[in-house]
């Protein structure tokens, strides 16, 4: 099933580094950004990544928890996350579940071949677990600064602090113990 602005994400569940899970139910109550990437330690998806960190503090202050995904393993997973020291999770979607869900595998063409890749995508859930905006096919430099102008503007528009959320649930997965919000 795709999905489609101003509607309900349809059922998912993926790993995350840290051993967390995601689906489309476990952040209800909290803004999520999920931003697709080709591949872990490439130029462009390390430059975004960085940019992602060094503005987290800003999206949390604002409600929002951030996932990067992109189809590579956990273990690859884990040690760009190590080297880069990024403060939010990973989700590995080695199946390409997710990526083909929110439509972001693409044909393009490298060194004169015809490859599939991941199309460099953004999307915002709100806290009612509602896609409310959407970045496809972008370029890394200034996005950053876009998603989190739309998710400051989607917590003024909700007008809910994010101290505001529901109780947290905690959840576990091979033997670690992670907090997801419900």
């Given at each position: 099933?795709?999905?489609?602005?101003?509607?309900?994400?349809?059922?998912?569940?993926a790993?995350?580094?840290?051993?967390?899970?995601?689906?489309?139910?476990?952040?209800?109550?909290?803004?999520?950004?999920?931003?697709?990437?080709?591949?872990?330690?490439?130029?462009?998806?390390?430059t975004?990544?960085?940019?992602?960190?060094?503005?987290?503090?800003d999206?949390?202050?604002?409600?929002?928890?951030?996932?990067?995904?992109?189809?590579?393993?956990?273990?690859?997973?884990?040690?760009?996350?190590?080297?880069?020291?990024?403060?939010?999770e990973?989700?590995?979607?080695?199946?390409?579940?997710?990526c083909?869900?929110?439509?972001?595998?693409?044909?393009k063409?490298?060194?004169?071949?015809?490859?599939?890749?991941?199309?460099?995508?953004?999307?915002?859930?709100?806290?009612?677990?509602?896609?409310?905006?959407?970045?496809?096919?972008l370029?890394?430099?200034?996005?950053?600064?876009?998603?989190?102008?739309?998710?400051?503007?989607?917590?003024?528009?909700?007008?809910?602090?994010?101290?505001?959320?529901?109780?947290?649930v905690?959840?576990?997965?091979?033997?670690?113990?992670?907090?997801?919000?419900?």
């Amino acid at each position: 099933m795709a999905i489609v602005v101003n509607k309900p994400l349809p059922e998912f569940e993926a790993n995350a580094t840290g051993g967390i899970r995601v689906s489309n139910i476990s952040h209800v109550g909290k803004t999520v950004v999920l931003y697709f990437y080709p591949k872990d330690n490439t130029p462009g998806c390390t430059t975004e990544a960085m940019q992602f960190r060094d503005k987290y503090k800003d999206f949390v202050k604002a409600g929002a928890h951030v996932f990067g995904v992109s189809r590579d393993n956990m273990r690859s997973h884990d040690e760009f996350k190590s080297k880069l020291e990024l403060p939010f999770e990973l989700i590995a979607d080695t199946e390409e579940k997710m990526c083909h869900m929110f439509g972001v595998v693409k044909n393009k063409i490298m060194y004169g071949k015809k490859v599939k890749g991941i199309e460099r995508s953004t999307f915002l859930i709100g806290p009612d677990g509602v896609l409310r905006e959407e970045w496809r096919g972008l370029k890394v430099v200034g996005h950053v600064d876009d998603v989190l102008k739309a998710v400051k503007a989607l917590k003024k528009a909700n007008g809910k602090p994010a101290e505001k959320a529901p109780a947290a649930v905690v959840e576990r997965s091979a033997g670690k113990v992670a907090e997801v919000t419900q």
